[in-house]
């Protein structure tokens, strides 16, 4: 897997990155581990977490699998805190640390690799919070820091206050949804990241799994759409402007001889300012179509075909 800088930072990932929202929750330790093995078995590098994922559980998790299946320095550990167990935001300097001092605890970890801000939080002041990320970059807790789930004035406003005096922790990248699907950050979000020196880490690059096809003809079971806790989520993305989408990544992945899921990551993993898509999955046969897209590359005809299709698509919440 070719890897790429995060940014205009030295932090170098592979150009796919192992979500483990699921971890702890639908995915447990055995599935966990091997869909770990096979991302490093394919050269994948960036696995990404959070302390909220299964109420901490997903950091456990991979925290165990550092320690007796994966080595430690073939992986880039990324991980997140800003919300805390009762869903409140929270970017107050005392939380962040004390979030961060706890994320290590359960990863078994001297210090992770990539440490983001969760949410922005409107009720602490932003110079409090980006406090937390000198602290923990000077006390040698996380080697980067990056920001997540912000608006393009969040992110530049973050970046210029971390660049504005010597010695602060650059923010080196910047988490967001996008996909074919979700389109509407390329307005000000991603202009902003790419003007601020900062990478790209979209999240839900497959439009929460829509863009792979499967709900085309209805509601498989076992899907999110088809699962309470998760309907809500998807829901948004099968209304008729995203099947017209749907459609064509569909048509170009026939085209090409390759699946709508390859096409669709293949698309967002190319886009300008992007260091690496973040994939998540419940098993590793669900994984195992992501790494295969390592290989395909889109002809330039499809790409703005691609684009065109999905140029008007209607902001999601």
Not at 27 to 45: K, N, S
Not at 132 to 160: C, F, I, M, P
Not at 228 to 237: I, M, Q
Not at 288 to 314: F, G, K, Y
Request: net charge negative.
């Amino acid at each position: 897997m070719e890897e790429r800088h995060v940014g205009r930072s030295g932090l170098r990932v592979s150009r796919l990155g192992l979500g483990t929202m699921t971890w702890g929750e639908d995915t447990g330790p055995d599935e966990a581990a091997e869909q770990l093995r096979a991302f490093t078995g394919a050269g994948g590098t960036l696995v990404d977490t959070a302390d909220v994922y299964g109420d901490g559980d997903a950091e456990r998790i991979l925290g165990h699998l550092l320690r007796e299946h994966v080595a430690r320095e073939d992986v880039v550990v990324a991980t997140k805190s800003a919300i805390r167990r009762d869903g409140r935001y929270d970017g107050s300097r005392r939380h962040l640390i004390a979030a961060l001092d706890a994320s290590l605890e359960r990863l078994g970890l001297e210090y992770v690799d990539l440490w983001h801000l969760h949410v922005n939080d409107p009720a602490t002041p932003t110079e409090e919070t980006l406090s937390a990320l000198d602290e923990a970059v000077t006390s040698g807790r996380t080697r980067y820091v990056g920001v997540a789930n912000h608006a393009g004035w969040q992110v530049a406003k973050a970046a210029a206050w971390q660049r504005a005096w010597p010695g602060r922790a650059p923010v080196v990248s910047a988490q967001v949804e996008y996909s074919l699907l979700r389109r509407e950050v390329e307005r000000e979000l991603v202009p902003a990241t790419v003007d601020a020196g900062a990478g790209l880490l979209p999240w839900s690059p497959l439009g929460r799994g829509v863009l792979t096809g499967k709900y085309r003809t209805g509601l498989p079971k076992g899907s999110r759409a088809a699962n309470p806790r998760f309907a809500d989520f998807v829901r948004p993305y099968l209304d008729e402007e995203c099947s017209r989408i749907v459609e064509s990544v569909v048509t170009a992945a026939e085209g090409l001889g390759a699946s709508p899921l390859g096409v669709a990551l293949t698309w967002v993993r190319d886009r300008e300012g992007v260091a690496a898509p973040i994939v998540g999955a419940r098993t590793a046969a669900q994984l195992a179509p992501a790494l295969e897209s390592e290989e395909l590359t889109l002809p330039q005809e499809i790409r703005d075909a691609l684009d065109d299709v999905s140029d008007m698509t209607a902001a999601h919440p």
